[in-house]
Each structure stands twice: as structure tokens, then as C-alpha cells.
């Protein structure tokens, strides 16, 4: 059974930090790329990061760069989203998901759209 879990939500202060975990089973993880998305309240899910873990190649939304870094530990099958100087927008649901077509095409055109496989989201809360 293809599963993604994503955990390590929680409520911050803004300036604080998180880290997200997805643990993956069910399907060769290493031939995949994640990716995190998130959502906030009537607000479209947009992607935040996303790390093909085949090659290691990352990329980030503009709106978290230089704050938040996207790792792997293959042996355990979790990908991770470390998640420093947190801000009030930060907050939302935060899911993992991935696709079969991410085997060859990697983190290329990594939208929520295209992704079919999805963990349950873990809430992320920054506090003023």
C-alpha cells in the first residue's frame, strides 16, 4: 500500500522553527521525487519545495528560500523540510506528495496538480 505520512507540525512564534518530516512505504522511495505543499485558509495550495531523490537536485518557492532546506535520509525512507525564521504566513497545512511521473521527470513542473499521491497534512501554525 503506497503511503506518505507527514508530522512535526506545531505552533511556533514567528522568528522560530519546525521540522517536517515524510516518511514514505510502499513504493521505491529513492526513485522518486517529493515534494511539499501547503495550504492556507481559502487560500489555493501552492508548492514549497521539492527534492528529487535519485539525483539530490532541490528547489524552493521564492517565498521560502534561504529559510527553509528540503533533505533526504534514503535509509529511512523520510524526506525532511527544516523550517527556520518562521512568519505569520508560513502558516497552513503542510502535505508531502509525490507521482509516478516524477521517476523520469523528477521535480520538473512539481505542481499540486500533477502530484495523485498525498500524505495527511500536518498543521503549521506561526504566531505573531
Known amino acids: 500500500d503506497v503511503q506518505l505520512q507527514a508530522s512535526g507540525g506545531g505552533l511556533v512564534q514567528a522568528g522560530g522553527s519546525l521540522r517536517l518530516s515524510c516518511a514514505g512505504s510502499g513504493f521505491s522511495f529513492n526513485d522518486y521525487a517529493i515534494g511539499w505543499f501547503r495550504q492556507a485558509p481559502g487560500k489555493e495550495r501552492e508548492g514549497v519545495s521539492c527534492?528529487?531523490?535519485?539525483?539530490?537536485?532541490?528547489f524552493y518557492a521564492d517565498s521560502v528560500k534561504r529559510r527553509f532546506t528540503i533533505s533526504v535520509d534514503d535509509d529511512q525512507n523520510t524526506v525532511y523540510l527544516q523550517m527556520n525564521s518562521l512568519k505569520p504566513e508560513d502558516t497552513g497545512v503542510y502535505y508531502c506528495?509525490?507521482?509516478?511521473?516524477?521517476?523520469?521527470?523528477?521535480?520538473?513542473?512539481?505542481?499540486?496538480?500533477?502530484?495523485?499521491?498525498w500524505g495527511k497534512g500536518t498543521q503549521v501554525t506561526v504566531s505573531s
Open positions: 527534492i528529487s531523490i535519485i539525483d539530490g537536485s532541490r
Open positions: 506528495a509525490t507521482d509516478d511521473r516524477t521517476i523520469s521527470h523528477g521535480c520538473l513542473n512539481w505542481r499540486y496538480y500533477v502530484m495523485s499521491i
